[in-house]
């Protein structure tokens, strides 16, 4: 079928030829001097009923706008669906005296999470049904899942709505029944080796900040809070020490870390800092005999491993292990009886280390491809030779695979298996864009290889680009729609992300934000000049920040972009920012900046993308939010739709979606997922692919 067309629907049976017109409701505000006019600020009212009739108006419209593609909808849906093998197993790890596992089951949505005692042929105990537990709800998210260690009990907090507001249960496996306990706005969990003794976080009502850190015994009606972190900078996670040893407590904000221990078999201690807290300091901690093993960035801007007494840690009693090293980035450890795995960046890509504890003999991992993405599986076990680890790259799907700490020897426990899919037609490559400051930009690309690069070929540019998050080139079956009718995919790894280090991160936010703009622009720019693509053949897509990546650049060169998809994008960035009653406000300071303070309230409001909507032809835009959503209000998407309908010009098309029933990863539901991600393609390929036939 043909996927191309008249853009604007003119004419077409049934179609809503003028988009739906928000009303404009006078909002003034001044600060440092500057007045502010915000018209859609109504918008931020979910009780107005005429907040709930402009979504539901904008939705109809989306609607009528995609029904000529229901049927390409549902083509690339199949399409999707069939290279996924829907009745499937992970891969079991051992914990105790169980294997535990989870499978999917066609024509189920959810996960189901299982365990066999001792061997992989005894009979199946199903310990939490995903399909059960969803049934009655739009949408369902799993938090916690953790088993006490005589294996008797599980920890497991579930969300229903998308706010991400989790409450914990504890489940009796030996009866498959749940105990009393219903603990809200949970996080984080560990057990006490006592087997009745659990650890949790919780988040604060209106910030959704993590707060507050408790002990509570099974049985009794309340909690005690152990800890409760008084600046609002910081988040609080709790985990356990791979020995089982400790219960750990970090207490963290974008800057700075400060971690607390108490020992798993004294549940009753108070907690102790492990080093005390010192703005710019950030590290973390494992534990092994008697030391701790701190990865740490004092005197290392990309970190370092060091070695301390575990009842004497503080720093003149550090012995360094593994030293700074140029283009290395030590991101995390894991630490077992003989040996720990270093999890690294390095040449802008993750990598793996071990080493051995007894020697401090170093040896890197050797990984197959250049682009490519690996990661630590699940592994429990701390008295083990044997590590897991899942790998995955562009055009090889994910594989799970164990190495052997001693002989460097590893074996391939399971490679996703993707039906109808042939890795021999695609290729991938690297290449580098140059930002006008002289910076290496990398892009990643995935496409087939009869694909054309003629100039005019299709492609899909991503990126994300903040709080140093890297976005790593993996496979996802579902981009084989795109790949298969000639679209290029690539992902560019700009500052503010991780991909090369601190550095790289620190460069690309506050009031280097702007880096992370140009460095997209010019990765377009790249892309377009090296034959890859045409502007009227290349689409951007990004999310959450990545969203306003999206629409930051729409605004700056609106010329360079045939279509843009921004999934709940963060937009409005004054408002939201100076409104310290929203969840995640205050902590994200230490990212954009404080828009309180008149310079940072100035560099924001340069690439804030609601503030700078102007008078010009912007690209066509698919505009996703989600109402339930507690990182980024839907109403950032809705009034950045409504204010480019009142002052955008040109003819492309301008859709804002919203999901009524989920958060900010959207539906839940594995195929729920699919049929949107079906919607976005048909809607990309429609405007940058050349007519099917």
Known sequence: MSIAGDHRGAGRPGFKDEPPVAKRVPHRTQIHGHVRDDEYFWLRDMDDPDTMAYLRAEQAYADAFMRPTEGFVSELYDEMLSHIKQTDLGVPYRLGDFWYYSRTEEGKQYPIFARKRGSLDAGEEITLDLNVLAEGHPYLGIGAYKVSDDGHLLAYSVDTTGYRRYTLHVRDLRT??????????????????DNRTLFYTTEDETSKRRNKFWRHVLGEPDSALVYEEPDEHYDVGATRSNDRRYIFLAAYSKSTTEWHALRADRPADALAV????????????????????????????????????????????????????????????????????????????????VLDLATGALHPVALAETVHDVSGHVNPEFHTHAYRFA????????????????????????????????????????????????????????????????????????????????????????????????????????????????????????????????????AAEHLIAEKYTS???????????????????????????AAAVAHVPFVDVVNTMLDATLPLTTSEYLEWGNPNVAADYDYIRSYSPYDNVVAQPYPAMLVKVSIHDSQVPYWEGAKLVAKLRARGTGAKPLLLVTNFGAGHGGSSGRYDHLKEVAFDDAFVLRLIAAPAG
């Open 176 to 193: 498959n029944t749940d105990l009393a306990e219903a603990i809200s706005r949970a996080g984080d969990v560990a057990w006490a080796t």
């Open 274 to 353: 492990v080093i005390p807290r010192s703005e710019g300091h950030r590290y973390s901690v494992e534990h092994h005999g008697e030391r701790l093993y701190i990865l740490t960035n004092r005197g290392a801007e990309d970190f370092r491993l060091v070695t301390a007494p575990e009842n004497s840690p503080a720093e003149e009693n550090w012995r360094e292990i593994i030293p700074e090293r140029a283009g290395v980035h030590l991101a995390d450890i894991d630490v077992f009886e003989h040996h720990a795995v270093l999890r690294l960046r390095s040449g802008g890509f993750s990598n793996l280390e």
């Open 391 to 522: 790998y995955t790259s562009l055009v090889t799907p994910n594989s799970v695979y164990e190495l052997d700490l001693r002989s460097g020897e590893r074996t391939l426990l399971k490679i996703t298996e993707v039906p109808g899919y042939d890795p021999a037609a695609y290729a991938t490559e690297l290449t580098h864009a140059t930002a006008a400051d002289g910076t290496r930009v990398p892009v990643s690309l995935v496409r087939r290889k009869d694909a054309a690069r003629d100039g005019p070929a299709p492609l899909v540019l991503y990126a994300y680009g903040s709080y140093g998050i890297s976005v790593d080139p993996s496979f996802l079956a579902p981009r084989l729609v795109l790949l298969d009718r000639g679209v290029t995919f690539a992902i560019a790894h700009i500052r503010g992300g991780g991909e090369l280090g601190e550095a790289w991160r620190t460069s690309g936010h506050l009031r280097k934000k702007a880096n992370t703009f140009t460095d997209f622009i010019a």
């Open 535 to 561: 502007r009227d053949r290349l689409a951007i897509a990004g999310g959450s920040a990545g969203g306003l990546l999206v629409a930051a650049v729409s605004n700056m060169r609106p010329d360079l972009f």
